[in-house]
């Protein structure tokens, strides 16, 4: 599966790790860099503003309300890391998806 490496199940949720892409001319899911899904947003990287689209983005993507995901590392980094209160297989399957349509 394209996604397998981006998501790691932990708890009774799972960890996301994406490639994010911040000052892009789109907000938009771009698709998949080295096995991990990117995500670009046209927010600046200062003041958070980046992060916090990149929050919603994901959200939004996979069909979670914002209160269901937190960035958990990568806040200064192109890599990030997102915790869901999702499964692991549920997650995987919604990536898919995206990249399906």
């Avoid at 994406?18 to 907000?27: F, W």
């Avoid at 958990?72 to 990536?95: D, M, P």
Wanted: net charge positive; hydrophobic share 45%.
């Amino acid at each position: 599966m394209l996604y397998e490496r981006a998501v790691r199940a932990v708890g009774t949720g799972c960890e996301l790790e994406v490639r994010a892409q911040p000052g892009a001319k789109r907000t938009a899911f771009a698709g998949a860099w080295n096995g991990l899904p990117k995500y670009a947003v046209a927010a600046p990287p200062e003041d958070g503003k980046a992060n916090a689209a990149f929050t919603e983005l994901v959200a939004d993507s996979l069909g979670l309300r914002p209160a269901h995901i937190e960035l958990v590392r990568g806040a200064t980094a192109r890599i990030k890391v997102f915790r869901l209160s999702l499964s692991a297989e549920e997650a995987l399957r919604r990536l898919q998806a995206l990249t399906n349509d």
